[in-house]
């Protein structure tokens, strides 16, 4: 167990709606970042956040967005669903800071109809 | 040139035998390197992070970096059905300190 948990396990929305992807790290882990996995891909970094400013992006359109908390929770928003966004969505957070060794959670599995 | 890069596979190996996974990177001056093992529909769980040149080993597996040539492998020795999944090389890309994960290599171990 990592210690780094994730809500909801599954999501299935449709074409235009938003959705908010959770994830809790353990405490005093400063740095979380997200990331999309299509299947039979690798991890696609979105952001990454640090004391809760965000600290770097991928190539990744401004409808995702993310907020970090400072008990160690952060959130993933995408607006404007479109067929694509389905994927696995991983968080993974750090004890130190950006580049660090990271844990991850056990994801989102989104489907978008 | 993409910023991480792996073998697709699917890698075959038999059981018992030696698995050795090999990954590129672009940025020459990362600095931390992992490997992550990834089950089919599960998230990846680390296996070993490697900072410096070299070999460095931890029970039946051993990552080894050469930042000259800019490649990180990980050997899996006595390889067991249970190793069967896709490995995932991650590198941290100084310029914005962000991890980088290559597509992956599936590795199938044959009983």
């Known amino acids: 167990e990592t210690g780094v948990t994730q809500s909801p396990t599954h999501l299935i929305k449709t074409r235009g709606q938003q959705v908010t992807l959770r994830c809790s790290s353990q405490?005093?882990?400063?740095?979380v970042s997200w990331y999309q996995q299509a299947l039979g891909q690798g991890p696609q970094f979105i952001f990454q956040?640090?004391?809760?400013?965000?600290?770097g992006r991928g190539n990744f359109p401004p409808r995702f967005s993310g907020l970090q908390f400072p008990n160690y929770s952060s959130e993933l928003n995408v607006n404007a669903l479109e067929l694509d966004d389905s994927a696995l969505y991983l968080c993974?957070?750090?004890?130190?800071?950006?580049?660090?060794?990271?844990?991850f959670g056990p994801g989102t599995r989104l489907l978008v109809l | 040139q993409k910023e991480v890069e792996q073998n697709s596979g699917p890698l075959s190996v038999p059981e018992g035998a030696i698995a050795s996974l090999n990954c590129t990177y672009s940025?020459?001056?990362?600095?931390?390197f992992f490997w992550y093992r990834q089950y089919s529909g599960k998230s990846p769980e680390l296996i070993m992070s490697?900072?410096?040149?070299g070999d460095k080993e931890d029970g039946r597996f051993t990552a080894q970096l050469n930042k000259a040539s800019q490649y990180v492998s990980l050997l899996i020795r006595d390889s067991q059905p249970s190793d069967s999944a896709t490995y995932l090389c991650?590198?941290?890309?100084?310029?914005?300190?962000?991890?980088?994960f290559g597509k992956g290599t599936r590795l199938h171990i044959l009983p």
């Open positions: 993974a957070s750090s004890l130190g800071g950006p580049g660090e060794t990271q844990y």
């Open positions: 405490s005093g882990h400063n740095t």
């Open positions: 956040y640090y004391r809760e400013e965000e600290n």
């Open positions: 940025d020459r001056v990362s600095q931390s």
């Open positions: 490697i900072y410096s040149n």
């Open positions: 991650a590198v941290n890309i100084r310029r914005d300190d962000k991890i980088i």
